[in-house]
């Protein structure tokens, strides 16, 4: 389903119907309501990393658009973007860019990538308060993973590391078929970045003793490896398994959902 709808200050100074202000920023800048709303459940929209490199994110996307109220005093456009980044400073993202009128942002965690970006215009030519700003946030879950191997190589660059989560049979190492397509892009990745060298990491939740754990992740890196040397052509040296069980937890392992969270596979830089 996509919402789109549009206000023009000549029609109306209220918040056009439909729309609202995002669950992540809560509180708007003051002086402003909403013109434009767009909200669709898959889209892709260019963000940056903390770097300044441009990658394509995918997810539920949504675009809401501020205008000035008529007779308000605004805010400058860079006082904008500095107001949603501290928000997200709460969260502590994982990356971010600031440039003048715009700022990136990303947060993420095992289950979720949220990605934002907050651009201000200067509709009157003036620096010390923009007519609209625009707010652009995806929101990408990683527990039901489609990834690229684009999305792979950016998430490295940005951050050093990425967790995949390729699904093994209960208590063992036996990669699931559900598993090809990350194993797929995992490959396509490495062997187009043939220079960069990752460790696979393998994570468990803490069901069970450590010491099985340990075990189990370490052979879980190890049919990672395996299977994308044999089945994909990967060069084996661009790839060490470590085994790490519950030792680096995401989330908590105190309900099913944290715990499925934590068994995972990371991709680390060496």
Same mark, same amino acid.
């Given at each position: 389903?996509?919402?789109?709808?549009v206000?023009?200050?000549?029609?109306?100074?209220?918040?056009?119907?439909?729309?609202?202000?995002?669950?992540?920023?809560?509180?708007?800048?003051?002086?402003?309501y909403?013109g434009?709303?767009?909200s669709?459940?898959?889209?892709?929209?260019?963000?940056?990393?903390?770097?300044?490199?441009?990658?394509?994110?995918?997810?539920?996307?949504?675009?809401?658009?501020?205008?000035?109220?008529?007779?308000?005093?605004?805010?400058?456009?860079?006082?904008?973007?500095?107001?949603?980044?501290?928000?997200?400073?709460?969260?502590?993202?994982a990356?971010?860019?600031f440039?003048?009128?715009?700022?990136?942002?990303?947060v993420?965690? +095992? $289950?979720?990538?949220?990605?934002?970006?907050?651009?201000?215009?200067?509709?009157?030519? %003036? !620096?010390e308060? &923009?007519?609209?700003?625009m707010?652009?946030?995806?929101?990408k879950s990683?527990?039901e993973?489609?990834?690229?191997?684009?999305?792979?190589?950016?998430?490295?660059?940005?951050?050093g590391?990425?967790?995949?989560?390729?699904?093994?049979d209960?208590?063992?190492?036996?990669?699931k078929?559900?598993?090809?397509?990350?194993?797929?892009?995992?490959?396509a990745?490495?062997?187009?970045?043939p220079?960069?060298?990752?460790?696979?990491?393998?994570?468990?939740?803490?069901?069970?003793?450590?010491?099985?754990?340990?075990?189990?992740?370490?052979?879980?890196?190890?049919?990672?490896?395996?299977?994308?040397?044999?089945?994909y052509?990967? +060069? $084996?040296?661009?790839?060490?398994?470590?085994?790490?069980?519950?030792?680096?937890?995401? %989330? !908590?392992?105190? &309900?099913?959902?944290?715990?499925?969270?934590?068994?995972?596979?990371?991709?680390?830089?060496?």
């Open positions: 389903m996509i919402l789109v709808a206000c023009h200050v000549s029609m109306c100074q209220a918040d056009i119907e439909g729309s609202s202000d995002h669950p992540l920023f809560p509180t708007r800048v003051p002086g402003y909403i434009k709303y767009e669709t459940p898959f889209d892709v929209a260019i963000m940056r990393t903390r770097t300044g490199v441009e990658v394509e994110v995918s997810g539920k996307k949504t675009v809401i658009e501020y205008v000035r109220k008529e007779n308000e005093k605004g805010a400058s456009a860079s006082f904008v973007a500095l107001n949603y980044q501290a928000a997200l400073k709460k969260l502590k993202p990356s971010e860019h440039e003048n009128s715009w700022y990136w942002g990303q993420k965690n +095992a $289950a979720s990538e949220i990605w934002v970006q907050v651009s201000g215009w200067y509709g009157n030519g %003036s !620096t308060e &923009t007519d609209s700003y707010v652009t946030i995806v929101e990683l527990m993973q489609v990834i690229s191997a684009a999305d792979i190589s950016a998430n490295i660059k940005a951050t590391h990425i967790a995949l989560y390729i699904l093994f209960t208590g063992l190492a036996t990669i078929t559900e598993s090809k397509q990350a194993l797929e892009q995992i490959a990745m490495l062997k187009k970045e220079a960069l060298k990752v460790y696979i990491v393998g994570h468990t939740d803490n069901q069970g003793n450590l010491e099985s754990n340990m075990k189990l992740s370490l052979d879980r890196a190890n049919a990672v490896v395996n299977e994308l040397v044999t089945k052509a990967v +060069a $084996a040296n661009q790839m060490m398994p470590k085994g790490v069980a519950s030792l680096s937890p995401v %989330s !908590t392992n105190d &309900t099913e959902e944290g715990r499925k969270m934590n068994r995972r596979v990371e991709l680390v830089k060496i």
